[in-house]
């Protein structure tokens, strides 16, 4: 699985401006937690785990604070799916330091929520200077997958 796209706007790219405060989404993958590997096909009773990666760079990265406000959504993306909406949401807080500040969140998708289908599923990235989901300012950033298709278990004959 991998990051179809993405971005992360700040303040100054908003403006168009660069070298200040740029931000950038550096990873989206699906990981089978039992074996630490990339998946894109799984069972209904599977647990996965997506991880999130982000960054800041420039000569603002000392002065960032606040929080992150992060949330995992997935859409059918065949008609057939049932696991369309929020898969979970997180604050993360931020502490200003030296470029690039560095940032990752992990997912965890545990059974009975996979349910068969295919999805694309969508990270939002947002900031709060208080740390309220309700209190976001104009940092905003998104991630896409590649499809990840959900099947129901087989059992294997030998």
């Known amino acids: 699985?991998?990051?179809?796209?993405?971005?992360?706007?700040?303040?100054?790219?908003?403006?168009?401006?660069?070298?200040?405060?740029?931000?950038?989404?550096?990873?989206?993958?699906?990981?089978?937690?039992?074996?630490?590997?990339?998946?894109?096909?799984l069972e209904t009773d599977d647990e996965f785990d997506v991880v999130l990666s982000w960054q800041?760079?420039?000569?603002?990265?000392?002065?960032?604070?606040?929080s992150w406000i992060v949330t995992l959504y997935s859409d059918d993306m065949d008609g057939v799916g049932t696991m369309t909406g929020p898969r979970g949401t997180a604050t993360i807080p931020i502490t200003g330091g030296v470029t690039p500040l560095t940032f990752s969140y992990t997912f965890k998708v545990s059974p009975p929520v996979p349910k068969v289908g295919v999805y694309k599923l969508t990270a939002v990235i947002n900031h709060s200077p208080t740390g309220n989901p309700a209190?976001?300012?104009?940092?905003?950033g998104f991630a896409e997958s590649t499809p990840i298709q959900i099947t129901d278990p087989v059992i294997e004959s030998s």
Do not use: H, R, Y
């Not at 790219?13 to 660069?18: L, R």
């Not at 800041?56 to 606040?66: E, R, S, Y």
């Not at 209190?135 to 905003?140: A, N, P, T």
């Open 1 to 41: 699985m991998s990051l179809l796209s993405s971005a992360l706007q700040t303040p100054a790219t908003d403006f168009g401006v660069t070298g200040i405060l740029d931000g950038q989404v550096t990873g989206m993958d699906v990981l089978d937690p039992t074996e630490n590997e990339k998946i894109s096909l």
């Open 56 to 66: 800041l760079t420039g000569a603002a990265t000392p002065v960032v604070g606040g």
């Open 135 to 140: 209190q976001l300012d104009e940092m905003f």
